[in-house]
């Protein structure tokens, strides 16, 4: 694909949520859009994989949980890892550092909540076919806040961590989940509790929910 659809050419998207709700309202919204046609949609994320191959796309909006198999992240990194890809913009519910880290690092091209006002939305296509970032506000300022203080932000790993002690999980049983020993583990913690400014699991993960960089 090239950076920009033909002139006059609709921008031409695949719609990928689980939800059939979903689905039709973005569809909805979408087609009233001048230059903007849905020419596919996919319930899973593998099938969102398959269709990319079988059309010629532009953008897909593509959510992050499709319940069982593949994730929207993971799908994410499949379809970018191709030449001519389309671009991603993801469309979810979930908008913490442990949701958006990966799925830009995946390739996603934006990533809005499934609260932006229509006319957001819209732009954001927009944006994505011609290859220009579009963020949501609350993640482009924590991205922005990652950049400006990368010393007290979490990295990706120390997000996997916390993530894990939120749900419940002894250093045990994350070292066993990350196939880390449990020395790099407390290693991990150490350095989470110091950029929080906390010293115990429970103020870590409150300080960290607070801030939006864990999901509860």
Known sequence: MSDAPEARQPVRLL???????????????????????????AATAEDAVR???????D???????????MTGTEATA????AADAPR??????????????PAIEAGA????????P???????????ALGRTALAPGVADRLMHRMRSPDTSLSRR???????????????????????SQATVKSHLVHIYGKLAVDSRTAAVAVATSRGLIRR
């Not at 939800?19 to 009233?32: D, I, M, S």
């Not at 994350?174 to 880390?180: D, E």
């Open 59 to 69: 953008v897909v909006l593509m959510d992050l949980r499709f319940g069982s198999g």
């Open 118 to 128: 229509p006319e957001e939305l819209a732009a954001a296509v927009r944006a994505a």
């Open 15 to 41: 719609l990928a949520d689980d939800h059939p709700v979903v689905r039709a309202g973005l569809r909805a919204v979408l087609e009233t859009e001048p230059g903007i046609e849905v020419a596919a949609e």
């Open 158 to 180: 120390e997000t996997e961590v916390l993530s894990l002690v939120a749900d419940g999980l002894s250093n045990h049983d994350i070292s066993k989940r990350l196939h880390l």
């Open 88 to 101: 991603v913009l993801i469309v979810t519910t979930y908008g913490t550092d442990a949701d958006t880290l």
């Open 51 to 57: 269709l990319v191959a079988e059309h010629t796309l």
């Open 109 to 116: 091209t934006g990533y809005l909540l499934k609260d932006a």
């Open 78 to 81: 499949a379809i970018t890892a």
